[in-house]
Nanobody, 131 residues
Framework: EVELVESGGGLAPAGGSLRLSCAAS????????IGWFRQVPGKKKREAVSVVSTGDGKTYYDYSAKGRFTISTDNAKKLVYLQMNNLKAEDTGVYYC???????????????????????WGRGTQVTVSP
């Protein structure tokens, strides 16, 4: 059974840092797109923050994350990290780890804005940035 477990959320001041971790199990990990989505209060849709293709290392970053956030993986341990620096109040939300077995299509969908639903989701971790 596929399982994605997030950790590392919490309260941070604006300008501070947090590192989120996602522990994956129940699937091969290699050859997947795995990344982070954010659910913001008042918005229905989760928005992609950053995603990585574990096979070739290709990454996607939302414009709001570029230059501040870094996604990385430990393929041997099946872990995905999101290092978030220079946090802003608008980064507040529930952060979900998600995985998809078609990294080519899923990352292309993010780059082009085409709807694509990732296969598997974690339960989320709350990130709150105080102004």
């Amino acid at each position: 059974e596929v399982e994605l477990v997030e950790s590392g959320g919490g309260l941070a001041p604006a300008g501070g840092s947090l590192r989120l971790s996602c522990a994956a199990s129940g699937f091969s990990f290699e050859g997947y797109a795995i990344g982070w989505f954010r659910q913001v209060p008042g918005k229905k849709k989760r928005e992609a923050v950053s995603v990585v293709s574990t096979g070739d290392g290709k990454t996607y970053y939302d414009y709001s994350a570029k230059g501040r956030f870094t996604i990385s993986t430990d393929n041997a341990k099946k872990l995905v990290y999101l290092q978030m620096n220079n946090l802003k109040a608008e980064d507040t939300g529930v952060y979900y780890c998600a995985a998809d077995r078609r990294p080519d299509i899923s990352i292309l969908s993010l780059e082009t804005g085409i709807d694509w639903e990732f296969d598997n989701w974690g339960r989320g971790t709350q990130v709150t940035v105080s102004p």
